[in-house]
């Protein structure tokens, strides 16, 4: 069955550090999304992508991050300064098919943990 | 902006017990999702429901959109179905992001 991955699982880095995480959403899948958890929270959602743009975001999704579609099979998130407040668990998900209604189904990878020290 | 809200937080039962797991929230909406959070962290989706009831194997889901409430059950549950279990809506609209409740984390004793 086919399954949305994300890499790296696991990611620790230093503020104000860069990061890059990665995500292979389901191939036939049209919609795209990043969402996090910080631990013991609830999961928040970041922005949704579609045909190459963004579609949705919250007000979390400030210009510290952005997406990028580079090459039609992978799905990044980049934070460009990380701040403390950034550790989560960052889950990438995707839906959608061709003539699709708004509330498809969504399929969420398994996450990456991001640890901002 | 939509309030999702779930009860019980924590739920603990006995293997074969009958279990039921609230969601209301505060706007109307386009469909609600029923999520499993497994312990190491991963999320599969379980239903998403627009109206009555659908069924999977011992789960159950339920929504009423005139009180804006929703139901998840499981009969018969086992150990295995040990989880959080997070109900989570489509705001009305075109709008595909979801808003999350804050889980109700289930044990189910042997």
């Known amino acids: 069955e086919p399954e949305v991955t994300q890499t790296p699982s696991h990611q620790v880095t230093q503020m104000g550090q860069e990061v890059i995480l990665r995500c292979v959403p389901i191939?036939?899948?049209?919609?795209f999304y990043w969402y996090r958890q910080i631990l013991g929270q609830k999961v928040e959602f970041l922005v949704s992508?579609?045909?190459?743009?963004?579609?949705?975001k919250s007000e979390i999704f400030d210009d510290q991050f952005s997406v990028e579609r580079p090459d039609g099979s992978n799905f990044t998130l980049k934070i460009r300064s990380t701040k403390l407040e950034d550790s989560a668990m960052y889950f990438c998900?995707?839906?959608?098919?061709?003539?699709?209604?708004?509330?498809?189904?969504?399929?969420f990878g398994p996450g990456t943990r991001l640890t901002v020290l | 902006k939509n309030e999702v809200e779930q009860s019980p937080q924590n739920l603990t039962a006995q293997e074969g017990e009958f279990i039921t797991i609230n969601c209301s929230y505060s706007?109307?909406?386009?469909?609600l999702h029923w999520l499993q959070q497994h312990p190491g962290g991963g999320i599969v989706s379980l239903f998403m429901?627009?109206?009555g009831k659908k069924k999977h194997g011992r789960l159950i889901a339920t929504i009423n959109i005139q009180e804006k409430h929703s139901s998840l059950h499981i009969t018969a549950s086992h150990p295995r179905d040990s989880a959080v279990y997070i109900c989570?809506?489509?705001?009305?609209?075109?709008?595909?992001?979801?808003?999350f409740g804050s889980g109700t984390q289930l044990t189910v004793l042997p």
């Open positions: 998900a995707s839906g959608g098919l061709g003539g699709s209604t708004y509330t498809d189904t969504q399929y």
């Open positions: 191939s036939n899948h049209l919609y």
């Open positions: 992508f579609y045909n190459n743009e963004i579609s949705e």
């Open positions: 706007v109307g909406i386009s469909a």
């Open positions: 429901l627009s109206s």
């Open positions: 989570a809506v489509n705001a009305g609209g075109s709008a595909r992001q979801l808003t």
